[in-house]
């Protein structure tokens, strides 16, 4: 009796310290959808050649925060926030006009978050309605696939449809350059894939959220569904082949994974998420 008196508070401290060295608790992980914009297009026919003549849409924009653990990551920072000053937005081309109604800086602060704080940032590709808060970001580490680093950084970005203005000040940043998927905390919640074909260096998201699974944020694999579904390729894409063979990837993928597709500019879909500030567990 005086033994096993003697034995418990051992027994229970080996037991405590048994749970205190299994394998690591993964961080826990939130995603949150930032409005960043709005694009009016009178016809779509660019985006879908061969169908849509005449068709109008309006595009979502979104821009996407993640928690992982301590660390703040954004995924995409929309149209520059000076755009909100001007409710009537911007001619573009193709005859696009594009909004944004909110600033990406203020709902950061309703979610409390100063750019700052933001020490990781990954655009799906160089285009204005990605990067156009991108020089905020000065000091995040930024991961870019190489191939859209030397068209966005080389000598004639412009040739990619491209605007350096918008993102100059990250020429210095730390920089993480890839050439394939990313694994960016090492624990598989949040992987870049990489998926070219809209640009080189295009690339998409992966978020395994551990309440509702997984969910892949598209950038511009496809602009909207019934472009995904059909595999429609838009015009103006890098490649063709690649963005068909990157669109099959991702199909995949989400039947592997039971995940998600959250296409950006699909504004019938953006209308079903929860926008900032509430998150996505
Ligand atoms: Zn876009």
Known sequence: MRIT?????????ALLWGCTTSAPTPAPVRLVALNCG?????DISPWSPGFNAGKAMTFSNNC???????TWMLWDSGF??????????????????????????SQLAAVGVKPEQITAIAFSHSHADHVGNANLFAN??????????????GPEPAKSGFNPALYDKLRHNPMVKLSGDKDVFG????????????????????????????VVLSGD????????????????????EQSQASMERVAR?????????????????????????????
Do not use: C
């Open 187 to 214: 624990d598989g919640s949040v992987v870049i894939l990489s998926t070219p074909g809209h640009t080189a260096g295009h690339q998409s998201l992966l978020v395994r959220l551990p309440k509702a699974g997984a």
């Open 80 to 105: 520059s926030d000076a755009l909100a000053a001007n409710p009537d937005g911007q001619a573009g081309p193709m005859n696009m006009r594009m909004k944004r109604s909110v600033t990406l800086v």
């Open 253 to 281: 993928l989400l039947q592997s994974e039971r995940a998600q597709l959250w296409i950006n500019h699909d504004s019938a879909q953006n209308a079903t998420l929860p926008h900032a500030p509430k998150f996505v567990e």
């Open 5 to 13: 008196r003697t034995l418990l508070p051992l027994l229970a401290a």
């Open 140 to 153: 995040a580490t930024l991961y870019m696939q190489q191939a859209e680093y030397d068209l966005a950084f």
């Open 38 to 42: 709005e694009i009016q297009i009178p």
């Open 64 to 70: 996407y925060l993640i928690h992982h653990g301590k």
């Open 221 to 240: 694999l496809a602009h909207f569904r019934e472009n995904f579904e059909l595999r429609r390729v838009p015009r103006f894409n890098f490649s063709a």
